[in-house]
């Protein structure tokens, strides 16, 4: 079997294909599939569409790939719908869950997403419920992505209100939280709808670090990818009380993430992180489907009907109808410990049933939209 990869880069996260690669071929091992041929194609930040096509025709018809495995934006994979369908092979789509699909399902396309607007939602309805009055912080380049639609519409469904908005600019050198700071002190008894990533999380968190006076009563409630915990490794926490819906933490006791954990830890020497979390459950998708098609030339949608699978993040559902990928989100909090670094605690388990992802992807912006061509977290 071939199994051709598409990988994207990532200056904040250089390990990202790497990763993402080790924990496919690991789990694949695992699974007692070792006939296994690798294909790796480098398609950059996701930004050229040209590329991405080009690099997946060439797996298709010059390495003749029996299933492609990729981190892509929805758009990008919508773009590879046609080409799959003629080729008769299978899509695994990795993403961080950060936009929603620009179109119907691929009949031969699956989506292992990590949920990031349904983690914002929830941090937004959260918000809304711990205060009326809720300050929307991002940047302008998270901004281009629909977490902060996410956060709105949790906080209106909590029967609460954006007060004030914060955008922070992209350039290090530009950074700047005063305009932040106006606005809380504008809007007292507010709390914040924090939705960074990448480095600008971090540029975030230490701005916020020499400002604890002013922030000693207000609530964060954060995107997944502020506690994503290569970045959060980084803060030096600030004062104030900092919250969120997560997809996956590294401390998950269940008995998939003991395995998991140790078998990234024992073979590649360091911590596993998101992204040897995607290409392990691209490895549990890409062994059902090789059981599956060896026995039965059923369309994908029967082949998903009824299935699910146990990963290091709890039971995961592929939706017959969507296929996208649906799975708990767990509640946590973040904290200081002596010295600079972080503690990251879960609170609690939020469930996800079918009719709520349903209503998630439903729940789009309608009019003419705008955002970056780039891949969630490829800058």
């Known amino acids: 079997m071939t199994i051709g990869v598409l990988l994207s880069r990532s200056t904040d996260y250089p390990t990202m294909g790497f990763d993402l690669l080790d924990g496919l071929r690991i789990k694949l091992n695992c699974e007692g599939i070792s006939d296994v041929r690798f294909v790796p194609e480098n398609i950059g930040f996701g930004e ?69 607007l349904h983690a914002s939602y929830f941090s937004g309805k959260k918000a809304g419920e711990n205060s009326n009055k809720v300050i929307m912080a991002t940047s302008f380049y998270d901004g281009g992505y629909r977490g902060p639609w996410a956060y709105h519409r949790g906080v209106q469904d909590a029967g609460g209100a954006i007060v004030g908005n914060y955008v922070a600019h992209y350039k290090e050198s530009q950074f700047t939280i005063a305009p932040f700071l106006e606005v809380v002190n504008t809007n007292t008894d507010s709390s914040v709808a924090a939705c960074f990533s990448t480095y600008l999380s971090s540029l975030f968190v230490k701005a916020l670090h020499g400002q604890n006076d002013a922030l000693q009563q207000l609530d964060f409630h954060c995107s997944s990818f502020m506690f994503e915990e290569q970045i959060a490794s980084s803060y ?35 911590k596993a992180n998101i992204f040897h979390l995607l290409g392990w459950e691209a490895g549990i998708v890409a062994a059902h489907l090789l059981q599956q098609t060896q026995h039965s030339n059923a369309p994908l949608k029967e082949l998903l009907a009824g299935w699910s699978y146990e990963s290091p993040r709890g039971k995961v559902t592929i939706h017959p109808d969507t296929h996208f990928a649906f799975a708990p989100l767990y509640y946590a909090e973040m904290s200081r410990t002596p010295g600079e670094g972080v503690n990251i605690s879960i609170l609690d388990k939020l469930e996800i049933d079918a009719a709520e992802h349903l209503r998630m992807m439903n729940d789009q912006p309608t009019g003419v939209t705008s955002g970056w061509f780039n891949h969630y977290l490829c800058t």
């Open 236 to 270: 030096a926490l600030p004062a104030g009380r900092f919250y969120a819906y997560t997809p996956w933490l590294s401390m998950l006791d269940n008995p998939d993430n003991i395995i998991f954990t140790n078998e990234i830890l024992e073979r590649k020497g360091k």
């Open 48 to 116: 050229d569409k040209k590329e991405v096509y080009a690099k997946a025709e060439k797996l298709l018809l010059q390495d003749e790939a029996d299933i492609i495995v990729g981190y892509l934006s929805p758009v990008n994979a919508a773009l590879l719908h046609p080409l799959l369908d003629a080729a008769g092979k299978k899509l695994i789509v990795l993403d961080a869950g950060m936009n929603f699909p620009s179109e119907g399902p691929g009949v031969n396309a699956i989506h292992i997403s990590l949920q990031g």
